[in-house]
């Protein structure tokens, strides 16, 4: 095949894994892009394309991180991985693994690990490269990468619910959520959250957010079922979708536009957490995006008006 095949063949795992690494729809596909600069720059076909794509875009993603997290030590407020909707790579075998490790809880634990650490285990674990590979996509010995995920493994089972709801659980209570939140039924919302729920936002300082975690069911119920009837009332849609693996929404404006995308966290037949995205530079590969203040000062106006 030629190099342009090679690459279009391996694009959906080249993405993958970036993407897993950094958290970062746009920054994971500005990875991928420079991996086929640099692989179509080479005056060689490589014996393995596989190989060579995997190692590029792992040591680019690394680089990458390495400022990224420099940034996110000043981000405004809790910082969240931006939607994905869709994960193009898929695999049979690795079905459960791949599910799991997109998840936005996963990617937060993730944060956890070195950019090293975290580059080793999502190739073993999750996309089960031997540690030959594994070692020279990271640049580090077979020994040095064994020893960084003993590390790795040891801080994402140390963060890892115990009790996780499998998908079709986990999907019959979303229905049920969101049903409730579209009637706005607060005592039906209640029951379906855990005791200790949450609800947290990610504005990054550039759309509304809360201005701290909502915590407790009767808290969150009330929230929601108060304030989504007013986004209602200005004719905001929501549909419900698969965001990173797990149930969840994109809340849309009149006029169709991406307000924000929401996400559940299921754990022992309730709802644990539930995150919202709202700051527009993750939102633009959903779509266009709406202006978040001005939906906001609308149901503003609007509340003054039905309520003086």
Not at 48 to 69: C, E
Not at 235 to 257: C, K, L, M, Q, Y
């Amino acid at each position: 095949m030629s190099k342009v095949e090679d690459f279009e063949e391996l694009r959906p795992l080249l993405f993958s894994i970036a993407y897993r690494i950094l958290g970062s729809v746009s920054e994971a596909e500005d990875a991928v892009q420079e991996t086929w600069l640099r692989f179509d720059g080479s005056a060689t076909v490589p014996a393995s394309p596989k190989a060579f794509l995997s190692t590029a875009v792992t040591r680019v993603s690394i680089d990458v991180l390495r400022s990224a997290r420099v940034r996110r030590e000043k981000y405004v407020g809790p910082w969240f991985p931006e939607p994905l909707l869709n994960d193009p790579y898929e695999d049979p075998a690795r079905s459960v693994e791949l599910a799991d490790s997109v998840s936005m809880a996963a990617l937060l634990l993730l944060e956890r690990l070195s950019p090293l650490e975290r580059a080793v285990f999502l190739l073993r674990e999750v996309f089960a490269f031997g540690f030959d590979d594994v070692a020279v996509a990271v640049g580090r010995s077979e020994a040095a990468c064994r020893q960084l995920l003993v590390r790795a493994r040891r801080h994402m089972e140390a963060g890892r619910p115990r009790f996780e709801a499998d998908r079709q659980e986990r999907q019959e209570l979303a229905e049920r959520f969101f049903e409730a939140l579209k009637d706005g039924e607060v005592g039906e919302l209640r029951s379906l959250l855990a005791a200790d729920a949450q609800m947290v936002g990610d504005g990054g300082g550039k759309a509304p957010q809360l201005a701290k975690p909502v915590v407790g069911a009767e808290r969150v119920a009330r929230m929601l079922g108060t304030f989504i009837p007013w986004l209602f009332e200005i004719d905001v849609t929501f549909e419900p979708r698969e965001v990173n693996s797990r149930p969840g929404a994109i809340f849309r404006d009149r006029d169709g536009r991406v307000l924000y995308a929401m996400v559940l966290e299921v754990l022992d037949g309730r709802i644990r957490t539930i995150r919202t995205v709202t700051n527009p530079d993750k939102l633009g590969h959903l779509g266009p995006v709406a202006d978040a203040w001005a939906v906001d000062r609308e149901v503003k106006r609007t509340r003054r008006r039905t309520h003086p």
